[in-house]
């Protein structure tokens, strides 16, 4: 793939990020899903994300004709506009600015942080000083303040979480994503002090710095491979879960202040990775489940019927596509067309008829879904019953439209909340890693291709 047809590629994934976003008198609303699909909202999470791919985009001159700066800046507008006074974001808004979060959700404050961080640095590559510069900086600074003092835990040096990616309590401790969430958002930190000759504007905020990318590197590691989550009372949880992956994805080995663990072995990440493959690739549908659906444990959700989830898959691609496995990247993302919808719309993730089935009857029919989604422990203090209501409204919805496309269709994969934002973003990035690994590789197929044809 050229350039020229990267660039192609990309577009058509923008143009479906584009359908999920909304101008309004705030900045760009990027929301989750379509306005009319499961979720209906802004979560700063998804947002990152994306805020990522267009930083990537507009760095590698991908973005010929500024879609994704565009994008990008309206959505840090919006992020920034919702932003407490505390310094806190939390789990989602509305289409308004209008706090919709459920979930005590504490990576959300480095995530607002890393949009408005992505699009700062953005403007630096194009050489131009954003307006915005001051009031993003303090943003930015109350985010770390709050962060630190009502999340991180200084004798350990590690920050705390309720729930992260997945939104449940299987997450409640010292999970590895939430704290590589946090070392990404303080590498863009040391980047825009670099970069804006910002001196000792964060000196104070990230003076922890060092010791707590050391710990993060070194606390995740057990018998040679990460562990996803140390739980609140200190044992390890050694279980599979794509979030054994936030070290490759978040690029925690950018900018930190030591030897990383991952220097002195580097068989660390090939083994994660493989435990999580062998252990949460679908038998029936192929690709990445987030973990084992374990339906008795009030701390996992099962989510309308296991199954894959694609962004976390695309994120596997991303990997392999870095490490130069190009066939295995290839592999990953041919089984991720499989599933498009004839929009070319990509799903969160999948399941089948039998498992949602199994998942009505065990689960919703009885309450215990509703029961894991609103498990006390990680809910909103106070929380208003009208979230919970509004919650179960999108949720029976979702679930009768899937049983109506049962009879109508007779179908027996079933496609959830499409097409995500989220999985749209992950494929594009996966497309970037691969075009980035070829160029750089003298040696690879299509670069000899390309070479036999101009000698031709």
Known sequence: MDKNSLCEELSKHLEVITKCSISTERGTVLLATILESRYPYVYPRDSACASSLFRQMVEKDLDPKGVAFGLLK???????????????????????????????????????????????????????????????????????????????????????????????AIEKGYSIWVNHVYILFFNLISQLTNKFDLKDY?????????????????????????????????????????????????????????????????????????????????????????????????????????????????????????????ERGDTILKQIDKYRTAEGYIPEHLSTKRRFEEFVRLEWEVGLDAKKEFHPDILIPDLSYDFIVEELFFMKKSYDQIRREINEDKKNVIHFAVPLMWSHVEYARALIARYEYIKSDPNSDENCEMAAVKSN
């Not at 707590?212 to 606390?219: D, N």
């Not at 040679?224 to 044992?235: M, S």
């Not at 009030?298 to 190009?326: C, D, F, R, V």
Request: aromatic residues 14%.
């Open 202 to 326: 964060f000196a104070e905020e990230l003076s922890f710095k060092c010791r707590f990318c050391q710990s993060v590197h070194r606390r995740f590691v057990l018998s040679d491979r990460f562990v996803r989550r140390i739980t609140k009372d200190g044992a390890f949880d050694l279980r599979p879960d794509v979030t054994m992956m936030s070290p490759v994805y978040f690029q925690c080995k950018e900018d930190h202040c030591d030897t990383c663990v991952l220097d002195e072995n580097p068989d660390i990440i090939t083994k994660s990775i493989n435990f999580m493959v062998d252990n949460l690739w679908d038998p029936e549908l192929g690709m990445l489940q987030r973990y084992l659906p374990f339906t008795e444990d009030i701390e996992t959700h099962i989510h309308a019927g296991n199954g894959p989830w694609i962004q976390y898959t695309a994120m596997l691609a991303q990997y392999y596509y870095k490490e130069g496995s190009i």
């Open 74 to 168: 309206g959505l840090a507008q919006f992020i920034s506009s919702v932003q407490d006074e505390s310094g806190e974001w939390v789990q989602r808004y509305g289409l308004n600015g209008q706090k919709k979060a459920i979930y005590i959700q504490e990576d959300n404050t480095a995530y607002g942080g890393i949009i408005m961080a992505n699009y700062l640095l953005t403007c630096y590559s194009r050489q131009e000083e954003p307006a915005e510069l001051e009031e993003y900086l303090k943003g930015i600074k109350k985010a770390i303040q709050y962060a630190i003092k009502y999340f991180y835990r200084e004798e350990i040096f590690l920050f705390f979480s309720t729930t992260g990616i997945h939104e449940s």
